[in-house]
């Protein structure tokens, strides 16, 4: 059995064998747009690895194999002190599982191989921080350190003296958790770090964060994660990168315009933490013309080559343009009923496959509530809206605290930002409130993957493990508020709550809806769309072609 495959254009195996991410990156290589060279290893071996313990009989060959393969297209080696390789470790389920499991990015950079990446790049700085980057993520993922990353963004955000004695001290306390889990010789051998890590991405399939995702969305617990290899790019190189995560579509709204943010100077997980400061996606077209011309003609591409709004991850190294996934670009329900019929109107989907992709449970939401307050004195603060619509409910200050009040009453999970370990909080909560991030960081995400109205970057605001606070008003934990995730306002109490009756885009697709059923009798928005999915299923039952083709790249 073949447990490895290249991301080649030729590649023909399906997003079960490959995941979700590989099967996107083929994709992108198809199209001849620029991925970063690597290899995907196969569901399989996540099995085989959760079954038995160890990695199936011949793969540790394949995967040296592999990597000279890789060190020849890159022209690079793994751990060497001239042109040192580095690569990314990254998760792929068949269905995207956005941040539920591990990641390894710098992987390879050994002491001398940061020595020789400081000396190409002539940036010694650049490259302490790019190992320290490395150890902490390694030290998490693979010895289980909390705390580890926070340590390493203190570090790198704050050391500015001469001699960089805070990179040094970080780096120390990360090499010594490493040492003590896997023995010290592993800070010298980068195939060991690349066969732990990988150990360590397939046994995040099983984490209780990443259990509790696949019960919310009935998805099969026993499909197992590819692992994607790929050489380094780096976004935190030089005053000319950067990373950033585009929609071709306004995920909120449905507009038919490039948006989402951009952190120059910072890699991928930067922005989807939400603890780094993001600027919206067309602050790129000021700074790097070039790289926001090929950003759009790549939306257009991808978008027209699936037929579906889609959103792209991508690092911009020395002001070149690299693309890092794609994914269907998760849309709250009155924005995917705006884009499915935007879609049909530029004759990318017929109107019939438009019914088709929205469901009952999006048309009951399509049309977006919002809070009406009787004056400005009422907000109690303002954020960025990350996911339309109104929640209501008394203030959680932990996802344990969440989950445990929500069995009372709606709760709003109000945090600095989230991560995966707030899954089972994001999940018990009615609404999402952060005081950190974008509209690509994981609150807003998961909040548009839940259906969730969520607020992001309410910067006015601070959060203890008791209370929130603004200037001038301390609020404790228990106290009812309510947040508009269009507007991005915040009030205490229970506001009136107005939804508009007409939307024009949702009116167009029941009628629609109508022509197809035959039955123009008043009823209930979701009648009128069952009555339609009724005759085009039973069509395509019998030999009709107008079943959702499935965007394979994500979920």
Known sequence: MRYIHPLSAATQQPAEVLGAKAHGLIELRRLDLPVPAGFVVGTEVCRAFLRDGYFPDGFRSELAVAL????????????????????????????SMPGMMDTVLNLGLTAAAARGLAAETGNPRFALATRLRFLSSFASTVAGAVGM?????????????????????????????ISQHAGQQVLHSPFRQLELAIAAVCSSWDTP????????????????TAVTVQAMV??????????????????????????????????????????????????????EPAVWSRLVAALARVEAHFRDSCCLEFTIEAGEFWIL???????????????????????????????????????????????????LDDILARGLGACPGVAVGRIATTSDAAVRMAASGPVILVRPDTSPLDMHGLAAAAGILTTRGGP??????????????????VTDLSVDATSIRTPGNTIPEGTLIAIDGTTGEVTVGNPHIYTPATNPHLHRLLEWADRVSGDHTPREDTERLTAAHSVLLGSAGSGGSTARPRFRTGR
């Open 209 to 224: 964060r990443a259990r509790t995702f696949r019960a919310i969305h009935d998805l099969p617990p026993d499909c197992g």
């Open 234 to 287: 780096y976004g935190h190189r030089d005053d000319h990168s950067g990373t950033g995560v585009a929609f071709s579509r306004n995920p909120n709204t449905g507009e038919p315009v490039p948006f989402g943010d951009v952190l120059f100077g910072g890699q991928g997980d930067d922005v989807v933490s939400g603890r780094s400061p993001t600027l919206p996606l067309h602050e790129l077209a000021a700074r």
């Open 68 to 95: 000279a393969g890789l060190e020849a297209a890159t022209h690079r080696r793994l751990g060497d002190m001239r042109k040192p390789l580095t690569v990314s470790v990254r998760s792929g389920a068949a269905v």
């Open 325 to 375: 996934q794609v994914h269907r670009g998760k849309m709250a329900a009155g924005a995917a009923v705006r884009a499915a019929v935007d879609l049909a109107d530029e004759g990318l989907i017929e109107q019939r496959e438009a019914l088709l992709r929205i469901t009952p449970h999006q048309l009951r939401h399509a049309r977006i509530p919002r809070m009406v307050l009787d004056s």
């Open 149 to 177: 990353n926070s340590g390493a963004d203190r570090a790198i955000h704050q050391d500015v003296a001469a001699g960089h004695a805070l990179f040094h001290h970080a780096i120390r306390a990360a090499e010594d958790v």
């Open 440 to 457: 690509a960081c994981h609150a807003a995400v998961v909040a548009r993957a839940l259906g969730k109205p969520a607020v992001v970057r």
